[in-house]
């Protein structure tokens, strides 16, 4: 039987709304990527927060590793791209960006397995290959709305 792996809250903010310590490494990411500026394109913008449903496992604790019970993620989504930080207390904050003309693939999570309302974009990944990645993203009507507006620009992209 599948079980919810995070309990997730999204909310549409402005980029102005995102924390300034993840904000700043967003901005760094994208001037150093030679980006758009996020504050002057975005035209969506969302944060979730995760916790997990989940204690750690046995093997988890036994082996030393830390489980982090919560987390947040900040999507920016731009003409152009999508931009997705993700930041917790012990593993700090990645962003990872990729050209929308890029994507591949978005999906939700396979039922058979979890529950979960993060949806898993395919695509290069700040240059890289190809890969998944996942944006966590609520039930919510901000989480679905972000979702719907991801797949209108991937499309709209793809067309031109």
Do not use: N
């Amino acid at each position: 039987m599948s079980e919810r792996l995070y309990d997730r809250t999204s909310r549409t903010i402005a980029v102005s709304d995102i924390r300034p310590d993840v904000l700043a490494t967003i901005e760094a990411h994208t001037a150093e990527r030679l980006l758009e500026p996020v504050a002057e394109t975005a035209v969506a913008c969302v944060a979730t927060h995760s916790v997990s449903s989940r204690k750690p496992s046995f093997l988890a604790r036994f082996g030393g590793r830390k489980s982090e019970a919560e987390h947040h993620t900040f999507a920016v989504l731009t003409p152009t791209t999508l931009i997705a930080a993700t930041t917790g207390e012990q593993r700090g904050t990645t962003v990872l960006s990729t050209r929308l003309a890029d994507v591949d693939l978005i999906e939700q999570t396979d039922p058979a397995y979890a529950i979960d309302s993060s949806i898993h974009v395919r695509a290069r990944w700040s240059g890289s290959d190809a890969s998944s990645y996942v944006i966590a993203l609520g039930d919510d009507p901000a989480g679905q709305a972000f979702h719907a507006a991801l797949r209108t620009a991937v499309a709209a992209v793809k067309r031109s």
